[in-house]
């Protein structure tokens, strides 16, 4: 009764050793083995070590001192946990059935679908354009290798350059457009599992 009696009262107060100035410490060196004594060597001194009383009862365990990239992956994981309560939040307070989310994933598809099919629209008017200002540039050097071809104008040489990457830029938006359809796609596909799971299972998250 009294060794239980000491680890409850022990564990109550876990920062205090029943003999304040001698106490003893248990640690594993490098081969694993467990040591016991009334001070950790220097080497062993960032690892996990407990503090006993002079029952030998555990009455405080220290953590091993982590390093900056376990700090950060450990930050990271909280990090992680967190935001993932926060998003379960969101969508049991925003919808209430699949459907509305199911509602609210085809509004936003739509959307990227109208900006797909406005920039191929204008990339179908740049390609036109551009197709003109080549067929111009036929007449000049170097395009043309006539010896007595004139040099290509100043502005429609300007106009070669600045159609052609008006058509890369809008290669690549539509190209983000895209990839932004896929996100979404999976991101309200993730949602919709998640929302059915926490309502089959309320008490979940």
């Given at each position: 009764?009294?060794?239980a009696?000491?680890?409850i009262?022990?564990?109550?107060?876990?920062?205090v050793?029943?003999?304040?100035?001698?106490?003893?410490?248990?640690?594993?060196?490098?081969?694993?083995?467990?040591?016991?004594?009334?001070?950790?060597?220097p080497?062993?001194?960032?690892?996990?070590?407990?503090?006993?009383?002079?029952?030998?009862?555990?009455?405080?365990?220290?953590?091993?001192?982590?390093?900056?990239?376990?700090?950060?992956?450990?930050?990271?994981?909280?990090?992680?946990?967190?935001?993932?309560?926060?998003?379960?939040?969101?969508?049991?307070?925003?919808?209430?059935?699949?459907?509305?989310?199911?509602?609210?994933?085809?509004?936003?598809?739509?959307?990227?679908?109208?900006?797909?099919?406005?920039?191929?629209?204008?990339?179908?008017?740049?390609?036109?354009?551009?197709?003109?200002?080549?067929?111009?540039?036929?007449n000049?050097?170097?395009?043309?290798?006539?010896?007595?071809?004139r040099?290509?104008?100043?502005?429609l040489?300007?106009?070669?350059?600045?159609?052609?990457n008006?058509?890369?830029?809008?290669?690549?938006?539509?190209?983000?457009?895209?990839?932004?359809?896929?996100?979404?796609?999976?991101?309200?596909?993730?949602?919709?599992?998640?929302?059915?799971?926490?309502?089959?299972?309320?008490?979940?998250?």
């Open positions: 009764g009294s060794l009696a000491a680890t009262i022990a564990l109550a107060a876990p920062v050793a029943a003999d304040p100035s001698h106490p003893n410490y248990s640690w594993v060196d490098k081969n694993g083995e467990r040591h016991y004594g009334d001070a950790v060597p080497e062993y001194a960032q690892q996990e070590r407990r503090v006993l009383n002079n029952q030998g009862v555990e009455i405080q365990r220290v953590d091993a001192e982590k390093n900056p990239q376990q700090l950060a992956e450990e930050r990271k994981r909280t990090q992680a946990i967190q935001d993932r309560a926060q998003h379960d939040r969101f969508l049991l307070t925003t919808y209430t059935s699949t459907k509305d989310i199911e509602r609210l994933r085809d509004e936003r598809l739509d959307q990227i679908d109208g900006q797909i099919k406005a920039t191929i629209a204008y990339i179908d008017s740049i390609d036109a354009r551009l197709k003109t200002l080549q067929q111009r540039a036929l000049y050097k170097p395009y043309n290798t006539k010896p007595d071809a040099r290509m104008p100043d502005d040489a300007e106009q070669l350059v600045r159609t052609s008006e058509v890369r830029t809008q290669h690549r938006s539509m190209d983000r457009h895209k990839q932004e359809q896929i996100s979404v796609r999976a991101q309200f596909e993730a949602d919709i599992a998640r929302y059915r799971e926490l309502t089959a299972n309320p008490s979940q998250g």
